[in-house]
């Protein structure tokens, strides 16, 4: 429950007088294009999160593969493949009204990140989606992101939340399924409807 009169702060004067300067390491590191360091973390990535923001709101989604499943096109384009998935298309969609895209690139056992922020544009070009193929399948369409910036991000998040501790991880039965989760979610969602749509995302695979 909310308490009453919330104080909010109004302007950007009053935030950055409860926080100290930002030191020259923070504010100067910012990368207008892909230099080496970020070129590996990106090939060692098997997970990014992107961030998108359309006429509904802001939209975060993440995305996975293999590493190096985003690809260096050169020092300022990527492609980031689109795979099977829940046909929602939010990131896609909001690209159309907003080309402004955001994303970070983590890298399993390392605690720092690579921020991205760009502008992004969906591709069918069968020339700069084959090279994304698994399995024999090329995706029908990528993300393809011109980078504005690139910095990394200190590692403070993930040693607080010790992501990658393995003594840290839940027991995965301490939560329900997924399936489950979804059934108290989808008001008009059965058990019958809810296995046969299972079934069809499980027949539909991976990519």
Not at 50 to 58: H, K, L, M, V
Not at 92 to 97: C, G, V
């Amino acid at each position: 429950m909310l308490p009453d009169n919330i104080s909010y702060l109004e302007d950007e004067e009053s935030l950055c007088a409860l926080h100290h300067q930002p030191m020259s390491r923070a504010t100067d590191k910012v990368l207008t294009r892909l230099d080496d360091h970020c070129r590996e973390i990106i090939r060692l990535a098997p997970f990014c999160v992107i961030a998108t923001q359309g006429p509904g709101g802001a939209d975060v989604t993440p995305r996975g593969d293999p590493p190096g499943f985003v690809r260096i096109l050169d020092d300022q384009h990527i492609l980031l493949p689109d795979r099977v998935g829940n046909n929602r298309l939010d990131t896609m969609t909001n690209l159309f009204a907003n080309s402004a895209i955001g994303m970070i690139f983590l890298v399993p056992g390392m605690n720092e990140t690579l921020r991205i922020n760009g502008t992004a544009k969906i591709t069918d070009d069968a020339r700069l989606l084959e090279a994304s193929a698994i399995q024999g399948r090329a995706p029908k369409v990528g993300l393809l992101i011109t980078i504005k910036e690139a910095f990394m991000h200190c590692p403070k998040a993930f040693i607080r939340s010790k992501l990658w501790d393995s003594s840290a991880q839940i027991d995965r039965s301490q939560l329900p399924s997924y399936a489950a989760i979804l059934l108290d979610h989808c008001s008009d969602l059965t058990q019958e409807e809810n296995d046969r749509q299972s079934k069809i995302m499980s027949e539909r695979g991976l990519y």
